[in-house]
């Protein structure tokens, strides 16, 4: 091991986990160096270490962690019997100062009471992942409570009118850069977040992405009071908003159809939209309002052929429209008296094929609604291109 080259030993170290990483430091001098290479360090997951607490966390910090790391995942105690504080401020502000380049944050599980604000987070945060982990009342707000001193005062007099008129300029869309600037917010599995936490992405100006699944107390009057329109001072609410992502699929009911209703209001600026659950098709109905639509995703849903074509028929700007793990039902055939009505099924059966009176392809047709829903989209369409990704049909048991 001694005559190889030090890139080859730091390729063969990278397959290590973190814990396996500070074990292979104690080996010798030079392994503790190589072990220390920031290269090692630039993607860092700890949730599948068990029985990480905070003084490890400080232990990597100061020895390990440094000006390489780029994403840090993390898993807290919220779920375990120890409990106690995972996160402190003083760990944050240390983890912003050693990590500069700290672009991606993941957090699993994790009790995030006890922080005041998420202004705490690493300011080069550009991605904030939460999955099942609890949140304050104000934890998306944009200012921190603090006592200012004198000359802080002196300062915030003195700028009183800079400051109106840097309102009056964000009022009208040219704002400022502030001190968050995450550009993509997934949520999974967070049941505190509420209207007022989404009333408070508002303020956010870097914010892009915005992905909710399993957020049962977001509602439709949430959305619509922070969808992207046309105010008495320019354009209020998420405007800088491209991508949004709504979906329930661990319970079934109204939830997802209160909070999908809101995208009735019409999104301005909004050009891709994620759908999935149990229930999709009340959203599926308002997304026609959606003018800047282009790319639409429906998932883990079950939709007929009508329930799309009365939907996206309406969006001409739409250039990608995927479907992933959804479930098709057939078209309903109304029962047919024998010696009545032959003439009629013979012409729409005819319609429905394109003028083609094979009886096996009238049998696919109405079996399989893929291939009739790609020639109604190719007519309504022309421009949006079709993705399946493994998709059912779901056949009639007569």
Not at 256 to 285: D, F, T, Y
Request: net charge positive.
């Amino acid at each position: 091991m001694d005559y190889f080259p030090e890139d080859i030993l730091i390729d063969v170290l990278s397959y290590l986990s973190v814990r396996e990483l500070v074990r292979a430091g104690r080996v010798c001098r030079r392994w503790r160096r190589l072990v220390n290479d920031q290269r090692l360090w630039r993607v860092v997951d700890l949730t599948a270490w068990k029985g990480v607490t905070s003084r490890i966390l400080w232990v990597l910090l100061r020895q390990f962690l440094g000006c390489g790391l780029r994403c840090l995942r993390l898993r807290g105690l919220l779920l375990s019997a120890r409990g106690g504080t995972f996160l402190s401020e003083s760990w944050l502000k240390a983890l912003s100062k050693k990590c500069p380049r700290l672009s991606k944050l993941y957090l699993l599980h994790a009790d995030l009471r006890s922080l005041p604000s998420c202004q705490l987070l690493p300011t080069s945060l550009q991605v904030l992942e939460l999955r099942g982990c609890e949140l304050p009342q104000g934890f998306f707000d944009q200012s921190l409570p603090s006592s200012p001193g004198p000359q802080e005062r002196a300062n915030a007099t003195s700028s009183v009118g800079a400051q109106q008129k840097g309102r009056g300029q964000k009022r009208k869309g040219h704002s400022s850069p502030s001190g968050i600037s995450i550009e993509r917010l997934v949520l999974n599995n967070v049941p505190s977040f509420t209207d007022q936490h989404l009333q408070s992405l508002t303020s956010w100006e870097m914010l892009s992405r915005l992905e909710l699944r399993d957020t049962f107390r977001v509602t439709a009057n949430g959305l619509r009071s922070c969808a992207a329109k046309d105010g008495v001072c320019g354009v209020e609410g998420l405007f800088r908003l491209k991508f949004l992502e709504i979906g329930i699929t661990g319970r079934q009911g109204y939830q997802l159809q209160m909070a999908s209703l809101g995208l009735g209001a019409g999104w301005l600026g909004l050009e891709e939209l994620s759908l999935g659950g149990k229930e999709v098709g009340p959203g599926l109905l308002c997304a026609n309002r959606l003018k800047d639509l282009k790319c639409l995703c429906l998932w883990s849903c079950t939709l007929s052929k009508m329930q799309i074509v009365r939907s996206c028929g309406m969006l001409r700007g739409l250039r990608r429209l995927e479907f992933l793990d959804v479930i098709f039902q057939p078209q309903q055939c109304p029962p047919v008296v024998e010696g009545e009505g032959d003439g009629e099924e013979e012409q729409d059966s005819e319609e429905a094929v394109g003028g083609d009176n094979s009886n096996d392809e009238n049998k696919l047709d109405t079996n399989d609604p893929i291939p009739s829903l790609r020639r109604s989209l190719a007519v309504l369409l022309p421009r949006c291109s079709l993705v399946f990704t493994n998709c059912s049909v779901r056949i009639n048991s007569d």
